[in-house]
């Protein structure tokens, strides 16, 4: 029994210690696998609903009380870094799902937060919010998206104050049923709405650098466009 014991431990037990503790939360209108282990967020997906309202009434970031202690941030404050301005930056926009309260005040949960540079907040990652809420009036949409991680330690700034560590990049995935678009877009001070073409990818770059499997037929896998889709006509959002 000690040697059969033993070589479970081997064999096993890094594979146990090595698995992502994800948890799926199930916020109705739209889905956060959530990485226990990382205080984040791996991923979102959800599909899009007309604009019928206009509820904009912000409240403040909280706690999912659904997620153990041990998987959240440790605080729901802003991010704080002198000289420079990092934002509490929503994965899923409360804008896109502004006709029903509960759904727009879950967008304020901390898991579906992480820290955002002030100009990819505003820039190119509102860009791609923006495009998606012309469209949505258009047709029915398919968005996923998340962070990556990366390598690059020099940003982290928040593991002692919110124990996350700031993503590389940021990702995000369109499909209307018979076209795509992704971007991988840099989390620093370059991410500006104007150079959103530079940072196009394919669906298939995305699923080998983040390991998450976008479900769509795989003949639009390998699709990156030229350029960004134009809003639609008569979209008033720029």
Known sequence: FRSWLITFLLV???VIISAEDLRHLDYGYYQLFFDCDRHGAKYF????????????????????????????????????????????????PANHF??????????????????????????????????????????????????VWGT??????????????????YWKVVFTGNKVIAWKIPNNYQAKSDKINSWLVTVREIEVLTGVEIDMPDRFKDIKPEKTWKYPRGCSVK
């Open 45 to 92: 997906y959800y599909q899009t609903v007309k604009d019928t309202g206009n509820y904009d009434s912000r409240p403040s970031f909280k706690f999912d009380e659904r997620l153990p202690v041990r998987c959240r941030q440790f605080s729901s404050s802003t991010y704080q870094k002198e000289g420079e301005k990092y934002h509490l930056g929503h994965l899923v």
């Open 12 to 14: 096993f037990l890094p």
């Open 152 to 169: 690059n330690e020099t940003d982290d700034y928040f593991t002692g104050s919110h124990g996350v560590v700031t993503p590389d990049y």
């Open 98 to 147: 502004d006709s029903d309260k509960a759904a727009y005040e879950s967008t304020f949960y901390m898991a579906n937060v992480l820290p955002q540079t002030s100009t990819l907040n505003t820039g190119a990652w509102k860009k791609t919010e923006n495009l998606i809420d012309c469209f949505r009036d258009v047709t029915v949409l398919q968005v996923w998206g998340g962070p």
